[in-house]
């Protein structure tokens, strides 16, 4: 409840002089009063705290060097108002509009309409946003009925971060919005929103809630074929991080996201594809070499990504990706899945299906009774990983092809069998024959 919405109204402890000047002069009303002009200068702006009773302290927003300027103030009449703010980081804001006449039931319900102007401001004003920062400039409208607000805009962000753990986007980041908001439930709609990394435009759609201890959301983003290299911009942001001195480039992504749960600390979930990209000065080829069965891999300063795509799950805790799937040049495919947690840690779990090509110079060099499909692990960090041998893997891997080819090559044609091993197989001579018949069918 703001300091003001009780203007108008005594105190119940008012004086008798408080009490005749806003005594109702018909039942029901208050004294109309008028002022032509009342201005304020350099105050300070609280915007009330939100969250426990343990954090309400550092939750709360306050801006400093206001300026408001009033014309026509009357609880019964429509009054015009500038207020700006002169940010100490250089920053300015501004809202010009009218409101009135005053809601006597609830100011917050009066009416209004305004123009949003904000050049420069500081993100990191936001406690609530848990490392989101950057710097804002847009220009929005902003009405009210007094039931349901209403409000759209356009605008950037230059040196974006939307999580403690991330860095500074390289580059502007854009965006457009129109939403609904209704004053009595505290919830709204986000009826269109578009933002635009560089190249190429992503679609925003959702609802959120302003009510309670910090705003929820439930918001989806989804963007198809956009140039991998504007995505890249903003991956810092998110607090993705690639290997040391590598870099993505050309290519395209497809993705869809949703976000739900409390702005502080949101749920993240969704999938993305990556295809035709090139993973610059990293050489997967060489990292992959010590593991057994991938020594003949091709090597090379880059990594090409005919496609790569997977699912993840992004908490504050951790990050986990499933069903990651990619197809390299050179290398054949990759799969697996594992977890990066708020370190940038790394636990994966991943299996290498060597190509056709592959396959062949490790036949070549006398390793061709080794599986073509050989499991390692990936430790270390993002921005230092360490591919290590899945031994355990490796060793079930090659058990596998081993029985696998045994029991292929026990097959014999009956015709060409003796008449003793027609009936038994190496099956029939190892288990018997009530499991021959089964274990050839299966192999």
């Not at 971060?161 to 004053?183: H, M």
């Not at 502080?264 to 990556?274: F, K, V």
């Amino acid at each position: 409840e703001w300091n003001f919405s009780t203007i108008g109204h005594p105190p119940d402890s008012a004086s008798a002089i408080t009490e005749d000047v806003f005594a109702p002069s018909v039942a029901g009303s208050t004294q109309p009063f008028l002022f032509d002009h009342i201005k304020i200068s350099n105050g300070i702006l609280v915007l009330p705290a939100t969250g426990t009773a343990q954090t309400k302290e550092s939750s709360r927003i306050t801006l400093e060097h206001i300026d408001i300027d009033l014309g026509n103030v009357g609880l019964d009449r429509v009054l015009s108002f500038v207020v700006s703010s002169r940010m100490a980081d250089g920053g300015r804001m501004q809202v010009r509009g009218d409101a009135g006449p005053v809601s006597q039931d609830d100011p917050g319900k009066t009416p209004f309409h305004a123009s949003i102007h904000v050049a420069g401001a500081n993100l990191a004003l936001i406690p609530e946003s848990s490392g989101l920062s950057g710097w804002l400039s847009m220009d929005a409208s902003l009405a009210s009925d007094g039931s349901t607000a209403h409000s759209e805009g356009r605008g950037r962000v230059e040196k974006l971060r939307l999580v403690r753990t991330g860095t500074a986007a390289s580059q502007p980041v854009s965006f457009s919005y129109a939403t609904e908001y209704s004053l009595a439930t505290q919830t709204g709609v986000l009826r269109q929103g578009e933002i635009s990394p560089g190249k190429g435009k992503a679609q925003l759609s959702g609802n959120y809630i302003l009510r309670g201890t910090a705003p929820v959301a439930h918001l989806k983003l989804s963007g198809s074929q956009l140039p991998l290299e504007s995505v890249q911009a903003i991956l810092a942001a998110l607090g993705v991080q690639l290997p040391a001195g590598s870099a993505l480039s050309g290519g395209t992504v497809t993705g869809n996201v949703s976000v739900d749960g409390r702005v502080d600390r949101p749920l993240t979930t969704g999938s993305a594809e990556i295809d035709n990209a090139r993973l610059e000065g990293f050489d997967l080829g060489s990292k992959l070499a010590s593991i057994p069965g991938l020594s003949g891999l091709e090597s090379g300063a880059d990594v090409g990504i005919v496609t790569l795509s997977s699912q993840f799950r992004i908490s504050p805790q951790v990050t986990h990706i499933s069903n990651l799937k990619s197809e390299l040049s050179g290398i054949g495919s990759l799969t697996g899945g594992g977890d990066i947690d708020a370190a940038n840690r790394l636990q994966f779990k991943m299996v290498a299906h060597l190509s056709s090509p592959t396959a062949s110079v490790l036949k070549h060099i006398g390793l061709g009774t080794l599986p073509k499909e050989v499991p390692f692990k990936v430790e270390g960090t993002t921005s230092l990983p360490i591919f290590l041998p899945d031994l355990s893997g490796l060793a079930r891997n090659m058990a596998t092809n081993v029985v696998t080819d045994a029991a292929k090559n026990a097959i014999v044609p009956r015709e060409a069998a003796p008449n003793h091993e027609r009936k038994k197989g190496l099956w029939g001579r190892i288990f018997g024959h009530k499991e021959t018949a089964a274990l050839n069918a299966k192999y």
